[in-house]
């Protein structure tokens, strides 16, 4: 393994990429974690947002319907990094009131909740959308058929309407994910310890730009990569029993 | 005047009202008495915003064109590289290649003394060589993908018929494919152009002062948080409005498919 890594000329590399603490290694899967983390909340927090607004969208009321086109329009219009100093600072200042309010002094709020919080609004405009499209995809006689039986509501939605939803939704919600985990690094610019931060740290404190950027890179294509091959498989999954149109089926 | 009726159903009136006097409230017992001070540094800046904008998004065009054709048609030692590249481009955080760029890029070329004596150093010593290459880079990544599907998708028939008229193949590129693969991703490459103007913003954490350095400046300098940053978010919702519009315009230009 030296040798390998003598011969290639790279054991400097190695050096500041290992994981004990001369090397900068631990950071940096710290940060990734930091980031998958955050990605992970975001995403489930823009589901939940986007199934509600995505019903809100298709069966509330004219008043409903226009706020929810507001919400989508803006939050999509506008850059994430403006949105996530909006959202950090209407947050932070909104429980800070509401905890003098109860009577508590100054909260401070932790990074990876308020990222969360931040890019789950801005992912919930988006998921909306997906999820809109994806419910009008399904065949409306299927859901006709639940409420004919009488089903409630809330099992339609479970056994009927997201079932049938996935196979159209899977893709949209694929590259939804992949701006999550993407985004995460805009939360650097607001001073969040994740990857893409704890990199420039890194690389700023050892002057070697290249070695950890590169570095980072890698991982955040691993991350991106391993989700293709998962969000592949779901997909799959979600299709089955829908006929395939490449056996020439038609 | 459908768009007009739309509008005069009773909750958006009452909802427009809401709105009205949201802005009304936001122009009285807002603190704007910074603006007059800022008000020239910003419009240099969403002068850079906005050339940045379509410098980067007319190179990394040109750039996605023949990493759509290679992925598209190309032998495989040029639709390999191309595929790599989009993928690692849009496999990677915008920042990040940002940084990379900027501080892995600066940190190296002053250690050549060739470069530093060449008439580009004054240049390279400045930070929006560095932020228009990453933007057109990532727009090439995004962009290629894009035509890919585009040239795939022009229906052969027209293509052999043009072929068939003798056309040579450079004017049949010219003339058939390029026209209509465009035609058909016209929509995609408006939602793209916007995606880049949403990108634009990151620019700001190399130095470069574009509208939202200015606004962060002001916030560092003032002390002032909501005003700028709505404001800032105004003006890029009217930019995005402007880029729909265009694209808009460019969709109604090409023959309008019946579908």
Known sequence: MELILETLGLTETAALLSLSPPGWGANLLRGLANSLQIALGAFGMGLVIGLFGAYGKLYGGPILRDLLAIYTTVIRAVPELVLILILYYVGTDLINKLAQFMGYGRVEISGVVAGIWVLGIVQGAYATEILRGAIQAVPPGQIEAARAYGMPALLTLRRVTVPALMAFATPGLANLWLIATKDTALLAVVGFNELTLETKQAASSTRSYFTFFLAAGGLYLMVTLCSGVVFARIEKWARRGQPSLRQGGL | ?259
Not at chain 2, 57 to 75: D, K, R
Not at chain 2, 97 to 103: A, E, P, R, V
Not at chain 2, 120 to 132: D, F, I, M, N, T
Request: hydrophobic share 55%; proline share 7%; glycine share 8%.
């Open chain 2, 1 to 259: 005047m459908t768009g007009l009726k739309s509008l005069m159903q009773p909750h958006r009136l009452v909802l427009m009202a809401l709105f009205g006097a949201f802005v009304l409230w936001c122009a009285l017992s807002m603190r704007w008495d910074w603006l007059p001070k800022y008000a020239p540094l910003a419009l240099q800046g969403l002068w850079t915003t906005l050339w940045i904008l379509v410098v980067t998004t007319v190179l990394g065009f040109l750039l996605a064109v023949p990493l759509g054709l290679a992925q598209a048609i190309g032998p495989w030692y040029l639709s390999a590289p191309a595929r790599i590249f989009c993928t690692v481009i849009r496999g990677t955080p915008l920042l990040l290649q940002i940084w990379l760029l900027y501080y892995g890029l600066g940190s190296l070329f002053p250690q050549f003394p060739w470069i530093r004596s060449s008439e580009l150093w004054p240049y390279l010593r400045q930070a929006w060589p560095y932020a228009v290459l990453a933007l057109t880079l990532s727009y090439a990544g995004y962009e290629g993908e894009v035509m890919r599907g585009a040239f795939s998708g022009v229906a052969k028939g027209q293509l052999e018929s043009a072929r068939s008229f003798g056309m040579p193949r450079f004017t049949m590129f010219r003339r058939i494919w390029l026209p209509q693969a465009i035609r058909n991703v016209l929509p995609t490459l408006g939602g793209e152009t916007i995606l880049q103007l949403k990108a634009t913003p990151l620019v700001a954490t190399i130095t470069v002062v574009e509208i939202y350095a200015v606004s962060s400046r002001v916030r560092a300098d003032t002390f002032i948080v909501y005003e700028p940053l709505l404001l800032l978010a105004l003006v890029y919702m009217v930019i995005a409005a402007l880029i729909g519009l265009a694209f808009k315009r460019f969709e109604n230009m090409g023959p309008t498919t019946r579908r």
